[in-house]
């Protein structure tokens, strides 16, 4: 099934964020720690133009260390400042404020030199469906805020929602669009249910997830579904189905005459990893890119 990336939503996404821009010192660019760059909208660059950006790689604690400390260098590398956190327990709260005023410390400098009490950064989270936007933003404002405008084109009165004594946050985040016209990001936004897994075959994505982690995290795999032996070649997509089926036998997802009901058992796959059942995974590493 071809999936369509909406010109439409993407044009009113980005007038709506633009308009914000104006409103703010600094960016909050919200990635999933375990697929940056599937999580990220192409467009980003264009669309923020030069306003100071922080990346976060949210969603931290269900990504592999490892890879995530690559990304950061990754980003580093390209001038962005990337910091991993976790929005569900705001540990990096901290963090996140004094990484907002360094970016912005520029002009604290001169409203300081010219005698002028230096006023709050102003920062703005933008990032796509899922991605934790209401969750770091109920967590810095210190409680739950009705974010009814959290579909493009559904606007409400902006509020400024003061996170400690130097940072203010616009209570509406900025939606963005991911691009999942190639397979393999629609994939990877599919078993991180960034996109609706009624988008593809749920098999396919449950095939795709079986055989990056059969490559990258045989082991996890093996140990949570007492698999003895892992295909050789994960090219032979016949090798990778007999895991999946194994798997739904193991778990009892069967239909009537015993036969293993993929479906059902593609949707426990699906639902274990991304619940982090075989460890910190990510889906996606700077490696693949070389
Ligand atoms: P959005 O505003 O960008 O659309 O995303 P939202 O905050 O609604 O978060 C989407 C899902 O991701 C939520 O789970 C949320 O709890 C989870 N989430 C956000 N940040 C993190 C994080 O850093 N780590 C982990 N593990 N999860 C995170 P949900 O299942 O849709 O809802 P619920 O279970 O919280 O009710």
């Known amino acids: 099934m071809t999936i369509q990336w909406f010109p439409g939503h993407m044009t009113r996404a980005r007038r709506e964020i633009q308009a914000k821009l104006k409103l703010i010192d600094v960016v909050i660019e919200l990635l ?15 669309i923020l133009q030069s306003k100071p950006r922080l990346v976060l790689l949210n969603k931290h604690d269900l990504a592999d260390p490892a ?15 990337a910091l991993p956190v976790d929005s569900t327990n705001g540990n990096q709260l901290k963090d996140i404020a004094s990484r907002c005023r360094e970016l912005f410390a520029a002009k604290i400098a001169t409203q300081i030199r010219k005698g002028i009490n230096p006023r709050a950064v102003r920062a703005l989270i933008v990032g796509i469906p899922n991605v934790g936007k209401s969750t770091l933003i109920n967590k810095m404002a210190g409680r739950k805020i009705a974010l009814t405008g959290d579909k493009p084109g559904v606007t409400k009165g902006q509020q400024w929602i003061k996170v400690g004594s130097e940072m203010e946050l616009l209570d509406t985040p900025g939606i963005l669009w991911p691009k999942f016209e190639d397979q393999q990001v629609g994939m990877r936004l599919a078993a ?23 490559s990258h995290y045989g082991s996890s795999l093996q140990e949570r579904y007492g698999i003895e032996k892992l295909p050789e070649d994960m090219k032979d997509t016949d090798a990778v189905i007999a ?12 239909l009537s005459g015993g036969r293993v009901d993929l479906e ?27």
């Open 243 to 254: 895991i999946m089926e194994e798997i739904g036998r193991k778990r009892g997802a069967l």
């Open 192 to 214: 991180t249910g960034a996109i609706k897994e009624e988008l593809l075959h749920i098999s396919d994505i449950a095939l795709f997830l079986v055989r990056y982690l059969a």
């Open 264 to 290: 059902k058992a593609s949707l426990t796959i699906i639902r274990e990893a991304r619940a982090g059942k075989m460890g910190r995974i990510s889906l996606e590493s700077p490696d693949d890119l070389r």
């Open 67 to 81: 890879v995530t400390a690559k990304w950061v260098a990754y980003f580093a590398d390209r001038g962005l400042q």
């Open 32 to 46: 999933d720690a375990r697929i940056p760059l599937s999580s990220r909208n192409p467009m980003i660059d264009e």
